[in-house]
């Protein structure tokens, strides 16, 4: 919505649909912990989290890894306040922590058309980690443009645009509990 101040946002009547329960994304999460446990064993990993639209799925998901886990950040951004992508991904912060050697694991909210992932596995395998695999909570196969390999998906989705649990609409709705659908009226 380039151009429109948040409070003409915040009137436009919009709907919101769930689609992923706040229990059913808990659950997904408990079970993606696990399997993602039991891959690494007792080998130290860094998570880095892809800000913003990651923030409490990393959160959540850090807590239910337990063990030896190390936390990083990166920022991207290609999608600024519109609904699709420009196509360019902006580095806005980059990591503080030096991976060579390292079990990097990338947690990402969403994978849409491919483009961020792709771009931050060439960014981050240049730095010779031990390892690089990705978590996404969320995949949307049929928007696919830039074909990447996500290790660990929660969920795949349709090709419709969601928010809620860390994804936004001009920066609202990251602080719903559950992943909705979001429609104009
Ligand atoms: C979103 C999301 C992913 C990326 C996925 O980030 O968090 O990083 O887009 O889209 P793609 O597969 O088409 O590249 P966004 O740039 O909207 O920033 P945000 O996380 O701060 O909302």
């Known amino acids: 919505m380039p151009g429109e101040s948040m409070q003409q946002c915040a009137r436009m009547p919009e709907s919101l649909e769930t689609l992923i329960s706040q229990a059913d994304l808990q659950d997904r999460i408990e079970s993606l912990a696990e399997e993602i446990r039991r891959d690494y064993g007792d080998q130290q990993m860094l998570l880095v989290g892809v800000l913003k639209g990651s923030y409490l799925f990393l959160a959540d998901l850090s807590r239910r890894l337990g063990g030896n886990v190390a936390i990083d950040f990166v920022q991207t951004s290609s999608y600024g306040a519109e609904k699709s992508s420009s196509g360019v991904v902006q580095i806005r912060k980059d990591l503080d922590i030096n991976i060579e050697g390292q079990n990097v694991l990338l947690v990402e909210d969403i994978v849409d058309t491919g483009l961020t992932l792709t771009h931050l596995r060439e960014l981050l395998s240049v730095r010779k980690p031990n390892s690089l695999k ?23 989705i349709p090709n419709a645009f969601v928010v809620g649990y860390g994804l936004d609409y001009s920066e609202r709705y990251r602080n719903l509990p559950y992943i909705a659908i979001l429609r104009p009226e």
């Open 134 to 156: 990705v978590v996404s909570l969320l995949s949307k196969p049929e928007a696919r443009v830039h074909q990447t390999q996500i290790e660990y998906v929660g969920f795949e």
